[in-house]
């Protein structure tokens, strides 16, 4: 895949102070690959620090949400003639050093591959008991559904190949929070889904995860679900 054009797209919101050194990690991991931050409408510094870090900056003029902020790093990807797409955090939980491994997988004939906290059961990952049991509750009825296992639907940290990005530039993607209602989106419009094992550090506080309560999103999240079953499944068109 050397001669494939790579970007990770960074959604931000209030993350000064901590985006730099997400783009500086992405640059050391993946030197060959571009790094754009999608700056939601953030009232601190977070697009001067992720430019003088090296990122290409994006700037909505008012805060949009989550999936807002992913998919015009999606549209970005597509209208620059980008041929794969990953998506991390901008406020340090990921990683960049599972990039590469991510990158492997989707040698293998995949179409999006997550890296996910829970596929080796190490227990470094300790969420809260509400966000536990959203996570897990998701889960399950992800790999029900995708007749697949897949143990971390809620994880932001993802690479995909740029029709699916394509694909997420159409309505069919939120724009507050895309989570596991997009992986049975895609396992319905016949996308390949693909779990590699990650480690991530703890979340530290107040991010662009955090604007929900956990009651409201596992009401939210089920009725999306719901909606996402009862949609005709089928490809994006570009």
Avoid: W
Wanted: charged fraction near 20%.
């Amino acid at each position: 895949m050397s001669t494939d054009r790579i970007v990770i797209v960074v959604p931000a919101f209030n993350e000064s102070g901590r985006v730099g050194d997400v783009v500086r990690d992405v640059a050391r991991t993946l030197p060959s690959a571009d790094v754009v931050v999608v700056d939601d409408g953030s009232a601190d510094d977070t697009a001067a620090e992720a430019r003088q870090a090296g990122a290409v900056t994006l700037s909505l003029p008012v805060n949009s949400g989550y999936g807002a902020a992913l998919q015009t790093g999606y549209k970005y990807a597509v209208r620059r003639g980008y041929s794969i797409v990953g998506q991390i955090d901008a406020d340090g939980q990921h990683r960049a050093e599972f990039l590469p491994a991510m990158l492997a997988a989707l040698t293998d004939g995949f179409d999006v591959v997550i890296g996910s906290r829970f596929l080796d059961r190490d227990g470094h990952y300790r969420p809260s008991l509400a966000r536990g049991f959203g996570m897990r509750l998701f889960a399950r009825i992800v790999s029900l559904v995708t007749h697949q296992h897949l143990s971390d639907p809620t994880s932001g940290m993802q690479l995909m190949r740029i029709d699916v990005a394509r694909f997420f530039c159409s309505s069919v993607y939120p724009t507050d929070y895309p989570d596991a209602d997009i992986l049975i989106l895609l396992h319905r419009s016949g996308y390949r889904i693909h779990e590699v094992a990650v480690q991530m550090r703890p979340s530290p506080g107040k991010s662009m995860h955090s604007g929900h309560h956990s009651l409201y999103y596992i009401y939210k999240m089920a009725l999306s679900i719901l909606v996402t079953l009862l949609r005709s499944p089928s490809r994006g068109s570009s």
